[in-house]
C-alpha cells in the first residue's frame, strides 16, 4: 500500500519481507547462496509420513519447525523415530493454529548452541554493513532474556566471518534497511543460519550502544536514499 501511494516504508520491501518471512523458503535461498545452513530439509513439508523419511537422512536427533514460525510456537524436537509422528503432529497442529500455515521444515537439533545474531543496515544503492553481534543465547521457551555484546563465546576469526556471511545473506535478498541476521553456533566455532528478522528488533540499543550509531536514525535516512555513512571498516565495537 505504501509503495501504491507514494509512501516512502521505513524498512525493507514487501517482497522481501514474505521471502524472507517464510522460513523454509529463506533455507533455501541461503543455502543456494553458499551461506551455512543447518543440514536439513530445502522443500517445505507438508506431512509426518515424508517428514519421517527425510528425517532418517538427515539424522536423529532433529527439530520439527514451523515454516511461518516465531516467538517458539510450531517447534518440537524428535530424538528417534518412534516420536517423530506425534511430535510433528504437535508442532504442525500448533503452527496451523498461531499462524494459519501447516508448512513445516526439519534440520539436524544442534545440541546446546548459543545463539548469536549480527546486525546489519543496507542502504538502497547495494552498500550493506554488519554492525556487529549481540549474543541472546539466554533463552526461556525460546524467547531471548539477555542481550550480550560483544558475544563472550567468539574470537575477532569467528565475528569477521559472521559478519560476511551476515552482509553476503543481506545482498543475496537485494535487503535494504535494518535487519538482522541470526545463526545457531556450536562449541568447535561452527555456525549456521537460523532465520533473517526483516524488522529493527526490540533489543537494537544493544547494538547502538557497543557501535555509537543510531540505527533509528540511520533508517529513516535510508528511506529517504541516503547512503550508507560507514564502511565496514568503520564500524567499532
Request: aromatic share 8%; glycine share 8%.
Amino acid at each position: 500500500l505504501c509503495n501504491e501511494y507514494g509512501i516512502a516504508f521505513i524498512g525493507p520491501t514487501a517482497e522481501v519481507i514474505n521471502s524472507m518471512g517464510n522460513k523454509s523458503h529463506a533455507r533455501k535461498t541461503m543455502m543456494d547462496a553458499g551461506v551455512p545452513v543447518v543440514p536439513g530439509t530445502k522443500e517445505p513439508v507438508y506431512d509426518a509420513e515424508t517428514g519421517k523419511k527425510l528425517a532418517e537422512e538427515i539424522g536423529y536427533p532433529v527439530m520439527i519447525k514451523a515454516s511461518s514460525g516465531g516467538g517458539g510456537k510450531g517447534m518440537r524436537v524428535a530424538a528417534n523415530e518412534d516420536e517423530f509422528e506425534f511430535q510433528f503432529n504437535m508442532a504442525q497442529r500448533e503452527s496451523a493454529n498461531a499462524f494459519g500455515d501447516d508448512t513445516m521444515y526439519i534440520e539436524r537439533f544442534v545440541e546446546n548452541p548459543r545463539h548469536v545474531e549480527i546486525q546489519i543496515m543496507a542502504d538502497s544503492h547495494g552498500n550493506v554493513v554488519a554492525l556487529g553481534e549481540r549474543d541472546c543465547s539466554v533463552q526461556r521457551n525460546h524467547q531471548k532474556l539477555i542481550e550480550e555484546s560483544p558475544s563472550p563465546a567468539i574470537d575477532e576469526e569467528t565475528r569477521r566471518k559472521m559478519n560476511e556471511y551476515a552482509v553476503l545473506a543481506a545482498k543475496t535478498v537485494g535487503y535494504t534497511n535494518a535487519g538482522t541476521i541470526e545463526f545457531l553456533l556450536e562449541k568447535d566455532k561452527s555456525f549456521y543460519f537460523m532465520e533473517m528478522n526483516t524488522r529493527i528488533q526490540v533489543e537494537h540499543p544493544v547494538t547502538e550502544w557497543v557501535t555509537g550509531i543510531d540505527l533509528i536514525k540511520a533508517q529513516i535516512r535510508i528511506a529517504d536514499s541516503e547512503k550508507l555513512k560507514w564502511k565496514q571498516e568503520d564500524i567499532q565495537i
